[in-house]
């Protein structure tokens, strides 16, 4: 009996060092990166980085600021349409659709979520970008709407789904109309979770490089018209990497580090929004 007692002991202790150590090699990576980012990009990371437009090669200082600035544009542009739209797919999927019209959505939204970012570029380009003759902000906008939207419209299904039966139950006993009791009872006890998915989308769409390479071209300028060339973060970073520079493979680095470090926020943020609803 006490050999048995060992062995189980000994094998659930064994199990529990092999959880750890798996994630550790989950959370590995990032600290990788992030303290790769920093020991290579924060010598370049000053405020003119920040605030001043980029330079030709070999005069001083130079910065990304077009770029955080058509960064924010593009994002903001994305979100305006593609929440409310994201938004009541979700709540369609998990509230009224049944049958094959529903299955076939939920198929296409789950198809979308994994369609290569390069592919929405593709797809962009040839909506947007071709009938206009021009790269535009509009442009770059409606290819990260094809990323955002699956990942919102799956978050907010799933989240409304976790609301319990009783609660929409209550409020039709009560006579409340059943589209009243979605958006105002039912996306109101949801509405945490259904923040965290848009957090995390925006994260992921403001880290996008592939799909703006085909979109939004990019500037050396600030840039007012929607319906220009415009600057964004990841392209600049790109931009800077492939140079034959090493001054900019500098500001590579810290143009990288600053955009990491914005998605890192967005994300501490939609956890902490999770956390507070549990």
């Known amino acids: 009996m006490n050999t048995l007692s060992f062995r189980r002991k000994a094998i659930d202790t064994g199990m529990r ?47 990304i600021a077009n770029g955080i600035l058509g960064s924010f544009v593009i994002t903001l542009l994305t979100m305006i349409w593609s929440v409310p739209i994201a938004v009541m797919c979700g709540i369609y999927l998990a509230e009224y659709g049944k049958g094959r019209l529903a299955s076939a959505v939920r198929f296409t939204v789950d198809s979308l979520a994994g369609v290569p970012s390069i592919i929405m570029g593709i797809f962009g380009y040839t909506l947007v970008v071709l009938p206009m003759k021009r790269f535009s902000a509009w442009a770059g906008a409606a290819a990260l709407t094809m990323i955002f939207v699956p990942i919102v419209a799956r978050t907010t299904e799933d989240m409304l789904r976790t609301v319990s039966q009783p609660v929409r139950e209550a409020a039709l006993a009560l006579g409340i109309e059943r589209w009243k009791t979605t958006l105002y009872i039912v996306l109101r006890t949801a ?88």
């Open 17 to 63: 060092w092999a959880f750890c150590l798996c994630a550790f090699l989950v959370i590995l990576p990032l600290f990788m990166i992030f303290f790769d980012l920093v020991s290579k990009g924060a010598k370049e990371l000053q405020w003119s980085l920040l605030t001043n437009l980029p330079r030709p090669v070999g005069e001083e200082g130079g910065g």
């Open 191 to 278: 509405q945490a979770g259904i923040l965290t998915g848009i957090l995390l989308a925006m994260a992921r769409i403001l880290g996008e490089t592939a799909p703006l390479l085909f979109t939004i071209l990019g500037n050396q300028f600030w840039q007012t018209r929607l319906d220009q060339p415009t600057a964004a973060m990841p392209l600049q970073v790109f931009s800077y990497a492939i140079s034959p520079y090493k001054e900019w493979h500098d500001k590579a680095w810290a143009a990288a580090l600053v955009l990491i470090t914005l998605v890192l926020f967005i994300n501490i943020g939609a956890r902490r929004l999770t956390r507070e609803k549990r």
